[in-house]
């Protein structure tokens, strides 16, 4: 006979409140603010539909809270790469890794999906502010000039475009317009044809 079974520790409301924004985070980065079920949120986290509220009090503080665990990850992204990069380097430094963050498909997704809600107030103060700290924090740990910290976040806007539409050439290759035309359009025959 063997013994019996430790009692499964509980999570605490803290350990719960992170496991339920990894669950919403990838929800509404596919689905965005209006269109993301807490219902589905709350049954993929595991828990009830209610007590997704007690933690979170209503959908929108939900989605707000996911778009500060995105800016807190870009904060700590930037501040990681600059650390690790020569004075001269800073600003190329939090640029190679944003590119790689890049990667994170849900994180990249929820960016855009928190712009695009922005026609809401309480969305925009916090998008809004979020970007305000990420170039003040970009400014101040590169050290770079006004008109490059606008260049390096305009060409992140690029980037998070270019990755959203899985166009990663756009960064490098002039004529990616073209030739991604030229790949709808065979794409489009060989489907024709079958």
């Known amino acids: 006979m063997s013994p019996p079974a430790a009692p499964k520790r509980r999570m605490t409301a803290d350990e719960r409140r992170e496991a339920v924004l990894e669950v919403a985070i990838g929800h509404f980065a596919r689905t965005g603010l209006q269109g993301t079920s807490t219902e589905r949120i709350a049954a993929d986290a595991g828990i009830s539909h209610p007590y997704l509220f007690r933690l979170f009090g209503t959908k929108k503080e939900l989605f707000l809270a996911c778009l500060e665990r995105c800016h807190e990850r870009l904060r700590a992204t930037f501040t990681r790469a600059a650390a690790d990069a020569s004075d001269d380097d800073r600003l190329e430094a939090m640029g190679r890794a944003y590119v790689e963050l890049l990667a994170d498909r849900e994180m990249l997704l929820l960016q855009l999906q928190g712009y695009a809600a922005c026609d809401d107030p309480d969305v925009r103060r916090t998008a809004s502010g979020g970007y305000a700290e990420l170039w ?53 025959q060989a489907q024709a044809q079958s």
């Open 136 to 188: 003040e924090l970009v400014e101040r740990l590169s050290g770079a000039p006004e008109d490059e910290v606008r260049a390096f976040f305009a060409t992140g806007m690029l980037l998070n475009m270019a990755a959203a539409m899985d166009l990663p050439q756009i960064a490098g290759d002039p004529g990616w317009a073209l030739a991604h035309l030229r790949e709808q359009a065979q794409a489009q």
